[in-house]
């Protein structure tokens, strides 16, 4: 079934400014995405959620603020031409004013040594904090081994993008106290 770009348009469109979103940034509080540049601007006179009015952070709003790539990655995909448009639009910005345009941040590759193999410490491949991932969490209800479990003091939890659901269950089953039979 082929699907109108209109069925999915509530789900990308910005809520403050009514357009497409631009560096798509989500609210770690509550899970809800406006335009980098609207809910900064949001910001300067309230510490509040557009959409659903928790205080998002009672001094330091900016702190639970997240871009959000891979729904900027989606819009850029459904939306033909914007990404070539907003970057056009930037690049006329910054020429008008007789600026340099800022670089496209893209990571630096990683030496590669011929001969003696070198002991690597860490990861070489690292998740930018950007990926992370935020995950809403609900109780749908269970018959066994949920008799004394304590609820959480948040539905929502931002996990790195190298998190797998292993890691998710293992986190859920030690902060709720899950009994080892519970399904998670």
Known sequence: RMINLAELTPYILCSICKGYFIDATTITECLHTFCKSCIVRHFYYSNRCPKCNIVVHQTQP????????????????????LEEREKKQ??????????????PAVPQPVPVSRGRPRKVLGSVFRIPPELDISILLEFIGANEGTGNFKPLEKKFVRVSGEATIGHVEKFLRRKMDLDPTCQV
């Open 90 to 103: 930037m690049h006329d910005f910054y020429k008008e004013r007789g600026l340099e345009v800022p670089k």
């Open 62 to 81: 900016l702190y639970n603020i997240r871009l959000d790539r891979q729904l900027q990655d989606i819009v850029y995909k459904l939306v033909v031409n």
